[in-house]
């Protein structure tokens, strides 16, 4: 049974749903139904934390908080804004976030990361030592990248430069939806880009993400890069564990 010091809060903000709920560190399970509410549009950084104020609220819980935002956030600042209003660039989230529950302590995290963090301690990299690259498929391609459990925040892969273009205008779901690209095809985007990122940072494995990570038995074995990809396990939890972890530790990039 979890002891108090055990569990945590996170929220994930997304450009569809703002989730959260407590979360047993033990574990990496969340201890009671997830809470969401539709994500406010516009997505103001006033709107989004009220939303966020009214989960804590809901939940009842009174410790600290983390939080994703689908930014890079850099000493608690979001200095992006991708699936929210543009407002949130340059905006105090901690101290914004922080104000609205009363002044209680508040980590704040690009969503990618926080995602990264849980898969490495909870998901399908509970097992790997070394350094793990998550990478969420989607819109964009997300990116985490941990050794040995140790975050480097902000890494931002997608934007990274792969034969004259950005890795997610290559290889991102969203391209193979687009293209109307075959899983073959769309894989041997993948394969490159994956390809440039080892490279580079000689991961001991990836572990993909995102939505199309659902239908990873039909294209992950399509793959012909040298490191191992594994598809993530804990799916819609992920972020809000990640975010959870990091209020625990007090993690602000």
Not at 33 to 62: C, G
Not at 86 to 115: F, Q, Y
Not at 133 to 159: D, M, Y
Request: aromatic fraction near 6%.
């Amino acid at each position: 049974m979890a002891t108090q010091a055990d569990l945590s809060f996170g929220i994930d903000v997304g450009g569809s749903g703002v989730k959260g709920g407590i979360v047993d560190l033990s574990t990496g399970e969340m201890t009671h139904y997830r809470l969401k509410i539709e994500t406010p549009h516009p997505a103001t950084p006033e709107a989004v934390v009220s939303t966020i104020a009214k989960i804590v609220d809901q939940a009842d819980w009174d410790g600290p908080v983390g939080v994703t935002l689908p930014c890079v956030v850099t000493g608690g600042v979001a200095r992006t804004a991708a699936n929210v209003d543009k407002a949130w660039i340059g905006t105090d989230a901690r101290a914004l976030i922080s104000e609205a529950l009363g002044g209680r302590a508040v980590a704040v995290l690009n969503d990618a990361d926080a995602a990264g963090l849980a898969e490495d301690k909870y998901g399908a990299g509970k097992e790997v030592e070394g350094v793990v690259i998550l990478a969420t498929f989607g819109t964009g391609i997300g990116s985490a990248l941990l050794n040995r459990g140790v975050l480097v925040p902000n890494t931002e892969f997608g934007h990274m430069e792969v034969d004259g273009m950005e890795a997610e205008h290559r290889a991102a779901a969203s391209i193979k939806t687009k293209k109307n690209l075959s899983f073959e095809q769309w894989a041997e985007e993948v394969s490159l880009v994956l390809s440039r990122y080892e490279a580079l940072l000689w991961p001991d494995l990836f572990i993909a993400g995102g939505g199309i990570s659902r239908d990873s038995e039909t294209w992950i074995p399509l793959l012909t890069n040298r490191t191992p990809v594994v598809p993530a396990t804990l799916e819609n939890t992920a972020g809000i564990v990640g975010a959870a972890m990091a209020a625990q530790i007090g993690i602000t990039p």
